[in-house]
């Protein structure tokens, strides 16, 4: 029999294990209507304390802050991905057992997220063990923190043969597998983006996300490619694919870059890098210390959001910065953006060309810091100074949707050449931004504009003089 349960961000289930092991099931979701286990595998895979942990891990960090429908989390987006994965693998594969695989694969590819998803993989960049952990070219690193778990954790160890992890693993990390099963879990057209662009945008409640799900879906085809297959796209899904393409760019621009995301995302950041190099807390130091051994994978699965903020943030806790900062996220007393400055607008040439060049900005971050701290009398670990860059849409596109296989009577164009949009668009342009946030507060809006302006003002002219040797105190 299937039970009929309901897939969101406030969603608590409880079945008896019998019913867990003998059922499969249906979830009611709000994006792809109802989604159905396939095998007894899945649902044991779902049930896992692994794969639970995900309810507890939001999707976009705190976004809620801004946009406060957005507290799905990653486990609904888990299922949807497989949802689509099956889907896709219907439609593209042959083989019964390739279409088990990249389902599995699909449950499996978030596992190895942690606490406020994205934003943690800075901290783990940071903070991993070089030694012991070598990212191949392009791997992100929860990427790799996933591949760690399904190897070392013992719910998938008993859940899934070595045969099957071995596979899952090299799927996800790209080191084997044919063409097509890569395109599906992680390539221009795969599940992941398919789901989580519809998805994002209905709980951020706005509608820069949406295309015809339907329609490209039925105008996906397989093409034989250097003798393997890969997705392509029917000539008439033309169209459909421009729709995404932008839905992909506005989500980026509109909602993933948005002013207060971009706050409360370097916020986060912040305060667990204060709390690993100035709080000392040995919780933060043990988490980000990734060595892709078990003994990180059994505490890497201990955390999520909720638990990592309530350690933090304790009465009895130690009164720290990342104690300060996390405060100020739960209560929503945000930092402000109080500079905000195209990099080719900055008046000094010297300055404009040095901070321009890729990884020069990280170099000068530090002075600045000091400077604005200096200026409002802060602490100088609570400024944080952020430079980042705005690409082509074109530019953006990795992997790059324009790599598309068009079929058509007389060839086997790519997307980029067929499609006017993505013709029209210049890839040459990109604009770079420096940004700095702070811990001020405004009287009312009068005053927050008499004070920017004098921010501006005074934050420029520091700016303009980034190369020069630091003033004698």
Known sequence: GKETILAGPNTCLGFLEEARSTSLREFRDPIHGFITLESREENSIVDSKVFQRLRRIRQLAMASLVYPGALHTRFEHTLGVAHLAGKLGAKLLGSHEDRRLVRLASLLHDIGHGPFSHVSETVLK?????SKVKLEKGQQIHEHLTVSLIKHNDDIDRLLSDTEREYIS???????????????????????????????????????????????LATFKTIDSANDYAIAISEDGIHSLEQFFLAKFYMTTQVYRHRIRLITDQMITRALTLGIQEDNLEILKRLYAYDASKEHADEWVRWDDERLVHEICRPEAKNGLAKRIFTDLRERRLHKRIFHIN????????????????????????????DVASYLSEDHRMIIALSYRVQSIREDDE????????????????????????????????DEYLEVFAPVTFKDEADQRKRLQTYNGAISEMVDNLLNPPSLP
């Open 399 to 430: 992997p790059s949707i324009g790599d598309c296989i068009v079929i058509k009577p007389d060839g086997r164009p790519l997307f980029r050449t067929e499609s006017t949009l993505y013709r029209s668009i210049d890839a040459a342009q990109k």
């Open 126 to 130: 940071r903070f991993h063990d070089r």
């Open 343 to 370: 990099l080719k607008d900055i008046r000094n040439p010297g300055v404009r060309v040095v901070l321009a060049r890729d990884g020069q900005f990280a170099s000068f971050r530090d002075r600045l810091e000091q």
């Open 170 to 216: 090299g799927l996800l990390s790209g080191q084997w597998g044919s063409k097509i099963l890569k395109d599906i879990v992680s390539g221009p057209l795969d599940a992941d983006k398919l789901d989580y662009l519809l998805r994002d945008s209905y709980y951020c409640g706005v509608k820069y996300g949406i295309y015809d799900l339907d329609r490209l």
